[in-house]
């Protein structure tokens, strides 16, 4: 089976837990409820629809013609939808927070990649490439690139393709998943802090292999 790229075995985990507590109860939190229109969800959403205009064209003769045409205007419609249950509204908000988050982590991650190729461009254009300059450089930035990011079809995990600096090496990281890097944050534990020290990590273990 092939679960979508949020789809981590710790957020999987965190949907079942979710579900023991919320599941088989409606909208307004009652379990086993055989109320119909305790599943309805209302909602305010914006929509935009064409409102008819009149405008009035001179000719170069001096007529006047009326136009009828239609406007763009934004307006606010209310919907009412059927819910299978308070369960279904979190879990959508949920699952679109995770979304969110890996793609904030993913053009992060592009971004420093990005800022590490514009060093280099840097150093090599101001003539700062001397052995110890590029010893340091290669420490700190152009050891790997990244070529994309995607989920493990075996392991579920989110994993990053990576080209090695100066070779055709390409290597499959695996990302640490939230938690961890929470914990190696907050609380010093062992592991990365990142993606990005993730891969820097496995890069430096294979060009140390």
């Not at 599941?23 to 909602?43: A, D, I, K």
């Not at 793609?103 to 800022?115: C, D, F, S, V």
Request: net charge positive; with cysteine; hydrophobic share 35%.
């Amino acid at each position: 089976m092939r679960y979508p790229q949020w789809a981590t075995p710790e957020r999987r985990a965190h949907l079942v837990a979710m579900w023991s507590r919320l599941g088989n109860r409606c909208l307004l939190g009652h379990l086993g409820c055989s109320e119909p229109e305790h599943f309805v969800h209302t909602r305010v959403k914006p929509e935009v629809v064409g409102v008819p205009v009149a405008l009035k064209v001179v000719g170069k003769d001096g007529t006047v013609r009326v136009l009828n045409t239609h406007q763009p205007r934004k307006v606010y419609v209310q919907t009412a939808e059927w819910v299978g249950g308070i369960y279904y509204l979190v879990e959508d908000e949920v699952v679109q927070e995770w979304v969110s988050d890996d793609r904030a982590e993913r053009a992060a991650l592009l971004q420093a990649e990005r800022r590490r190729l514009h060093d280099d461009q840097y150093r090599i254009r101001q003539g700062q490439w001397d052995n110890v300059a590029r010893e340091q450089w290669s420490e700190r930035h152009g050891i790997y690139y990244l070529e994309g990011m995607t989920v493990d079809a075996l392991t579920h995990k989110r994993v990053a393709k990576v080209r090695i600096a100066s070779s055709p090496v390409r290597l499959w990281v695996t990302m640490p998943s939230q938690n961890a890097k929470r914990k190696a944050r907050r609380y010093g534990k062992e592991g990365a802090r990142s993606d990005d020290e993730a891969i820097v990590q496995a890069v430096k273990h294979y060009l140390n292999s």
